[in-house]
């Protein structure tokens, strides 16, 4: 592809930007994606409601069972899958109830009045999802502040543009479809072969990892993330933050981390908390240190040569 040329209408101008002091409007390219979503209840969108609804969105879409997302500055504070989709809320939300406050709610699933209660006592920027039983719109219209946007599920966009000085940069999408990011490809390169519960685990994880910003280390327990470590500029810190916003949930977890350790030091500190399974992309010069110290620790650790940084 040598050209390309994208047309945008403008929707609707925004009270600011990401700031007071920028202006902004929201602009129209197609027919599906939450510029699209219905509102039905709340004040108007703002830019980083926006910006944080489609990190969200995102974010639960990446996986097929019932999953919730909750966001924060673009940034995961909770993911989880459950049995129903009130369930996934109940796990999404235990992750970092503190984050949650103020956060940007994505439902894969229809909204339940069971869901609906539980959001009812805790202030929430934003919820979108495919659909709403009738009473837990009833329950969520009586919380004035909220956003409620309805947005019917579609395929994502193979495409991502991102402006850059002086042009874009345009990539595929990353959908966590690479051969990668199928279980049955990983390589186990340590430990002893783990239960059904301890893969299902660790394939929960290498999806939820794919949203939260590089460095990035998720631990995930029970098809929950439990402790995120997100944002760092070295895997160290992302390890030390996701450990210790685990606490005691920490042992037993299993991590995902989105790119390869460079040195056995992050991994040490995982190991070290509880965890007892590691998937990681692996690729690093330093893999036999990282190997040798995952041996010595007697976890479970798998490659997947595949890797799922995160800029944006």
Not at 204 to 231: D, E, P, Q, Y
Not at 246 to 258: F, H, I, M, Q, T
Request: glycine fraction near 8%.
């Amino acid at each position: 592809m040598d050209w390309f040329g994208l047309i945008y209408k403008r929707d609707n101008p925004l009270r600011y930007g990401e700031n007071p002091h920028q202006q902004a409007a929201i602009y129209r390219g197609g027919p599906a994606g939450i510029v699209n979503a219905v509102q039905s209840h709340g004040k108007e969108m703002s830019f980083n409601n926006y910006t944080d609804a489609d990190a969200a969105w995102r974010a639960a879409l990446d996986h097929s069972q019932p999953c919730v997302a909750i966001i924060k500055h673009a940034n995961p504070c909770g993911v989880a899958i459950g049995s129903d989709i009130a369930d996934a809320y109940t796990k999404a939300h235990a992750c970092d109830p503190v984050s949650a406050f103020g956060g940007v709610i994505a439902a894969n699933r229809t909204v339940t009045v069971a869901m609906a209660t539980q959001i009812s006592e805790v202030f929430t920027e934003v919820i979108i999802a495919p659909e709403y039983e009738s009473a837990a719109l009833d329950i969520l219209m009586k919380k004035p502040s909220i956003r409620i946007l309805t947005c019917p599920v579609t395929r994502i966009s193979p495409l991502e543009i991102r402006p850059v000085s002086g042009g874009a940069l345009v990539q595929e999408t990353d959908l966590i479809s690479a051969a990668g990011d199928d279980a049955k490809n990983w390589k186990q390169v340590t430990g002893a072969p783990v239960s059904s519960e301890v893969l299902a685990d660790l394939q929960f994880a290498w999806r939820a990892v794919r949203a939260v910003k590089s460095n990035a280390i998720l631990l995930a327990k029970n098809g929950a993330a439990v402790g995120i470590g997100m944002g760092q500029v070295n895997r160290v810190d992302s390890a030390k933050l996701a450990v210790d916003r685990a606490g005691d949930r920490v042992r037993n977890s299993v991590a995902a981390s989105d790119a390869f350790f460079p040195f056995a030091d992050g991994l040490e500190i995982l190991t070290a908390a509880g965890v007892i399974a590691i998937v990681q992309p692996g690729g690093s010069v330093r893999d036999e240190e990282v190997i040798a110290a995952a041996e010595r620790a007697g976890v479970a650790m798998f490659f997947t040569n595949t890797r799922h940084f995160s800029h944006a």
